[in-house]
């Protein structure tokens, strides 16, 4: 509490030095709050002035929205509270409210004559901490001091609590394990209330965790910065207030980073579950929330194409595996070859040492831990070889990995998948390094039969990736390509899948190596397409589509949740999935989306990447599951664990940071996307 | 005159406008925050509301009057209008502009134009009845007296 102040009001106010400059203003807060007041009627302007003076503020009054912006910019820390009216002809007075929360983190106050339950509500959802109707008496205005202290007081809060677990992350982390599906709302990007119920529900905890802060818009750039930070911490260290300190971002808060950080997470998260589970995967993938994918058709029966087409590469991926590991025709016929061919570049090697060893082959190393994370049926040993070996890789992807290392090989890809978060990682250190294990991951589930070489591929894809652009689009990618023409490619481009042992363990071993011909095509196609995104973007596209397929799918979710992640994803998704041409254009288009989705998204991006969480999850986990059962390979033991798999993804996604890779796609990988 | 019957004459006035429904208590609120500081701020406040009402009124009369209404627009003023009448307390207009969003919102030519019809008149009455309560209060003031605080029972 203040020491000097007799006032029993948050001891911030006080000591901390958002308060007022003088120490006698403090005291006798709240007078001396500092009131900026917008509104474009001149009459509500000037009794509020009048009224603010009489509770002894210190009032600047300016009815045009746009002036207010500036002062504010030019002085940020000039004022205490800002009061805003709904309507006003420069600007809506929502938007002003969102930027002001974004660049100054102040309490606003929004007021309307309208006192119509829907604009009240958007004042809530854009983060205004009250809502006052005109005509507004002085009593109101009275009180609006509360809204400074209570901010500041959970601002306090969250440093103290923040040290290096933030809170967000906790939650972010146990709701994480908790529910897969309950895609992380925890960012802000909640605005939208379309996701699920669940994701809704969690997106208010956050919130009310966090205090009620304006959307923070994260732009490409913002998101590229927040990758960057995350990548230079080391998944494990990232944490929203570090991350925070490296951004050096005015006006942003910890709690924006803390909620990005969990979309990004669950991105990464998705990304290396999505090539688990094929079928169930796009099942859940196509509904998220992006609608561009489009939902993808079973996976049993996946056509990648669908899969690609609705941009949920991830699931397409991960269902052309199926598809192909069930021993569908995908109609790929060609992907198994391409896959088998990845898949030895991964991990074909190993495929066990893949993950038990950390594989980390050359490529795979980190995939190779990563793939742990993912669910990948493929061979629970080698998942969890991966995950291990994942875990050094610094909880890339490794989710996939957790699977269970099932397929070593397959785990790198899996891993690929399910650690979006990973994929920064692997690109950003083992820029493919990672050899496609994390691809496999991600393949993995898809890949049962080929799917361990999708997932691979992913695993690959990141490693083979050494683009950073977002690995965890192109993983998946290279995981559906499988059924695509494959072409070897997958091998060349990026994946370090030869490398990476872990995905030979991938199920692709099933479809490759063996039959992969039949099976894999869809898996095959994966790994290398991650790779290929980067690379074969150009050339991969019809491998790529299954990828895309589940790519998209992730792309979507990951977007949902990582906003910026999730772009990329999209994107990359897009255009791994889409075969031959369809898979770049795709892919642009994903990326667009994707793109469209981080921007624009919070709320979009927010409520796909839930959708996309869910489905992620879900795929991964049935992914994987499925995939074994559908195809005569078995890529991934049933039993593997999609659990182990999750949870390993999960954990891998929060220790993960985010890859920039992955989240490159706004501004970036997307475009690179070979596909 | 006497001040003190002008005082009188003042308090019964305001007192009969309250009663009649054209001032409600927001118009106290502004009377309140008058003090020596601000000696002409009910005054100075309603001015302002005079101006922009005008204006206001004067949009809406042209955007009715175009071929093709946009209703968005004319919302949007009388939303305006509403909202400022409703700060200083001038009921009636304020009641009015809520009829007329009505219409705006169904897009209802002939009622919109009815509606702007009772606008104006209420606000022809208001302000008609505020710029005779301020001649009263300046009569007070020159005389040497002092504006009586109105105590209503709201």
New interface residues.
């Given amino acids: 509490m203040n020491s000097s102040s007799g006032k029993t009001y948050m001891s911030t106010s006080n000591s901390s030095a958002g308060w007022k400059a003088g120490d006698a203003a403090a005291d006798q807060f709240p007078v001396g709050l500092r009131v900026l007041v917008v509104d ?5 302007l ?2 509020l002035e ?2 603010l003076r ?1 509770c002894l503020y210190e009032v600047t009054k300016c009815n045009r929205a746009e002036t207010a912006l500036s002062m504010l910019r030019e002085n940020k820390s000039g004022f205490d509270v800002v009061i805003s ?1 709904v ?1 006003m002809p420069d600007m809506d007075g929502f938007k002003l409210l969102e930027h002001i929360g974004l660049e100054m983190d102040l309490p606003v106050i929004m007021m ?3 006192d119509g339950k829907h604009v009240v509500m958007k004042g809530v959802t854009h983060g205004a901490c009250d809502y006052l109707i ?5 009593e109101a205005l009275k009180n609006i001091w509360q809204h400074v202290v209570r901010k500041r007081k959970n601002e306090w809060k969250d440093f103290e609590q923040s040290g290096s677990v933030e809170e967000g992350d906790r939650q972010l982390k146990q709701s994480e394990e908790a529910d897969y599906s309950s895609s992380a709302n925890e960012g802000n990007w909640k605005s939208s209330k379309r996701r699920k119920d669940d994701e809704d529900e969690t997106d208010e905890r956050d919130d009310t965790s966090s205090l009620k802060k304006p959307r923070v818009v994260w732009s490409v750039e913002l998101h590229q910065q927040f990758v960057a930070a995350v990548n230079q911490l080391g998944i494990d260290k990232a944490v929203p207030k570090k991350i925070l300190e490296l951004m050096n971002v005015p006006g942003l808060t910890r709690e924006n980073v803390a909620s990005h950080l969990q979309k990004y997470r669950l991105y990464l998260r998705r990304l290396s579950g999505v090539s688990q589970h094929p079928s169930s995967l796009n099942n859940s993938f196509m509904s998220p929330q992006e609608a561009t994918f489009g939902p993808l058709s079973s996976l049993n029966g996946l056509d990648l194409q669908t899969l690609a087409a609705t941009g949920q590469l991830p699931a397409q991926s991960l269902v052309t595996l199926q598809a192909a590991g069930l021993g569908r025709p995908t109609g790929k016929s060609g992907i198994p070859m391409p896959l088998v061919d990845q898949r030895n570049i991964f991990s074909f090697e190993n495929p066990k040492l893949r993950f038990g060893d950390g594989q980390q082959h050359v490529n795979n190393n980190k995939q190779m831990n990563l793939l742990h994370g993912i669910p990948t049926t493929m061979e629970p040993k080698q998942l969890a070889g991966l995950h291990h070996g994942a875990q050094s890789m610094g909880n890339m992807n490794m989710q996939v990995a957790s699977h269970g290392s099932q397929s070593s090989q397959n785990n790198p890809l899996l891993m690929q998948m399910a650690q979006p978060q990973v994929r920064g990682q692997m690109l950003n250190d083992t820029s493919l390094g990672h050899p496609p294990r994390l691809l496999s991951p991600m393949g993995q589930p898809i890949l049962s039969n080929g799917i361990a070489a999708n997932v691979s591929t992913r695993n690959g894809i990141q490693e083979n990736i050494r683009a950073p652009s977002y690995n965890p689009v192109s993983q998946t990618s290279s995981m559906l390509n499988f059924p695509m023409n494959h072409a070897p490619e997958l091998p060349g481009n990026s994946f370090p899948l030869g490398s990476t042992p872990g995905i030979s363990s991938l199920t692709p071993k099933v479809a490759f190596q063996e039959d992969v011909n039949s099976d894999i095509k869809g898996t095959v196609g994966f790994l290398p397409s991650y790779d290929i995104f980067n690379d074969l973007n150009q050339h991969k596209p019809q491998n790529w589509e299954l990828q895309n397929v589940g790519m998209t799918f992730d792309a979507s979710q990951h977007s949902n949740s990582l906003q910026g992640n999730l772009n990329h994803a999209h994107s990359v998704l897009v255009q791994q999935g889409f075969p031959s041409g369809q898979v770049n254009g795709q892919n642009r288009s994903a990326t667009v989306v994707s793109k469209a989705m981080f921007s624009s998204g919070d709320s979009t991006g927010h409520v796909n990447a839930q959708n996309g969480n869910q489905q992620l999850n879900s795929l991964l986990v049935d992914g994987t599951v499925r995939v074994k059962s559908e195809t005569p390979t078995n890529l991934y033991p049933d039993d593997f664990g999609q659990e182990d798999l999750m949870s390993a993804l999960l954990k891998q996604q929060d220790a993960i940071a985010p890859a920039e890779h992955e989240f490159d796609f706004d501004g970036y990988s997307l475009d690179n996307i070979p596909v | 005159m006497e001040v003190v019957q002008i005082q009188r004459t003042l308090m019964d006035y305001t007192k009969s406008l309250f009663m009649e429904g054209l001032l409600d208590s927001q118009f106290l609120q502004l009377q309140q925050l008058q003090d020596e500081s601000n000696p002409d701020f009910v005054v100075e406040v309603v001015s302002l509301f005079f101006d922009d009402s005008e204006k206001l009124l004067n949009e809406l009369t042209i955007a009715l009057d175009q071929p093709s209404v946009d209703f968005k627009k004319v919302d949007s003023y009388v939303h305006q209008l509403k909202g400022s009448s409703s700060s200083i307390g001038a009921q009636r207009v304020k009641n009015a502009c809520v009829a007329f969003r009505n219409f705006c919102q169904v897009q209802n030519i002939e009622g919109c134009l009815t509606c702007l019809q009772q606008v104006k008149q209420e606000y022809y009455l208001v302000k008609n009845k505020l710029e005779t309560l301020f001649r009263l209060e300046q009569q007070i003031v020159t005389s040497g007296g002092s504006i009586p605080m109105i105590e209503m029972g709201f």
Avoid: E, G, Y
Wanted: charged share 35%; proline share 10%.
């Fill in positions: 474009d009627d001149p009459t509500c000037m009794i009048k009224m009489t009216d309507h309307s004559a309208d005109k005509p507004v008496r002085i």
